[in-house]
T-cell receptor, first 117, second 115 residues
């Protein structure tokens, strides 16, 4: 079984400040982790995925994610936030040993990021 | 611009109507998905097609009927829907048979309202 938790429903940050959106996961096998962003009235847009062996993964629009195996976390980060980064962010996980529908992507509950000008 | 195209963008229908949602991708992906998403919530998986065959049905009511006519197209036929079916319906696609690290690519969805 697999699960993912996003402990913060809402994150507010001032423009130009660093941002972090938290994600922790639980899987039976090896974790395959993804971050997606959703802007209003749009679908989910792929930002980045965990690559085995890389503890810091770089993605689109200046985002990166830090993988920590001991803390089972995959936090999304950006050094300097933009107002245009304001959106809903989803962490997702799947593993490599489940079968059927359990093998599909499991999404976190989402974190609304607001970047204040 | 998204590489997965969904039509229509908006749909309003009565509970007795029959309508269809359409999804098209030209990325050569052989796995395609339908999700239902309520406002500010994560997407909920409905159906998965792999190599044009239905591989997963997440116990979706029969008033939703998926169809995959070819490797680029995915339809969702709707009939006798209920007000609680109002939601954003998302289509996604991904590489198939390439391991679990393949990301899904989403369309912008069809916003469905049931009167």
């Amino acid at each position: 079984a697999q699960s993912v938790a996003q402990p913060e429903d809402q994150v507010n940050v001032a423009e130009g400040n660093p941002l972090t959106v938290k994600c922790t996961y639980s899987v039976s096998g090896n974790p395959y982790l993804f971050w997606y962003v959703q802007y209003p009235n749009r679908g989910l847009q792929f930002l980045l995925k965990y690559i085995t062996g890389d503890n810091l993964v770089k993605g689109s629009y200046g985002f990166e994610a830090e993988f920590n195996k001991s803390q089972t976390s995959f936090h999304l980060k950006k050094p300097s936030a933009l107002v245009s980064d304001s959106a809903l962010y989803f962490c997702a996980v799947r593993d490599d040993i489940s079968s059927g529908s359990a093998r599909q992507l499991t999404f976190g509950s989402g974190t609304q990021l607001t970047v204040l000008p | 611009d998204t590489e997965v195209t969904q039509t229509p963008k908006h749909l309003v229908m009565g509970m007795t109507n029959k309508k269809s949602l359409k999804c098209e991708q030209h990325m050569g992906h052989r796995a395609m998905y339908w999700y239902k998403q309520k406002a500010k919530k994560p997407p909920e998986l409905m159906f998965v097609y792999s190599y044009e065959k239905l591989s997963i049905n997440e116990s979706v009511p029969s008033r939703f009927s998926p169809e995959c006519p070819n490797s680029s197209l995915l339809n969702l036929h709707l009939h006798a829907l209920q007000p609680e079916d109002s939601a954003l319906y998302l289509c996604a696609s991904s590489q198939a048979g390439q391991g679990p690290n393949q990301p899904q690519h989403f369309g912008d969805g069809t916003r469905l309202s049931i009167l």
